[in-house]
Nanobody
């Protein structure tokens, strides 16, 4: 099995910063891409940021200039540095990975972490 474990969430005041981490483990041959999604109460899960194994990044317009995604391929770990946090950033943040497992037939698994709560409030 492939496991994704997030950490780093918590309560922060507006304007503050948090850094999320997500480590992938298990029967992994390679990871094509990793990313972060979030879901606020009453809203659909939305893309926050993604990064490929080659380092290409993509950000939601709402977080551009404030959030930075990075990846340590050797550790199968993705990070999300969140600065200038706003109350609108409050959500459960989920780690996602496109994983190539050890299988006879090449395939890609879309894996999710358990989520970590980020609350931005004064």
């Amino acid at each position: 099995q492939v496991q994704l474990v997030e950490s780093g969430g918590g309560l922060v005041q507006p304007g503050g910063s948090l850094k999320l981490s997500c480590a992938a483990s298990g029967s992994i041959f390679s990871i094509n891409a990793m990313g972060w999604y979030r879901q606020a109460p009453g809203k659909q899960r939305e893309l926050v940021a993604t990064v490929t194994s080659g380092g290409s990044t993509n950000y939601a317009d709402s977080v551009k200039g404030r959030f930075t995604i990075s990846r340590d391929n050797a550790k199968n770990t993705v990070y999300l540095q969140m600065n200038s946090l706003e109350p609108e950033d409050t959500a459960v943040y989920y780690c996602n990975a496109k994983v190539r497992p050890y299988q006879v037939v090449p395939t890609t698994l879309n894996c999710w972490g358990q989520g970590t709560q980020v609350t931005v409030s004064s």
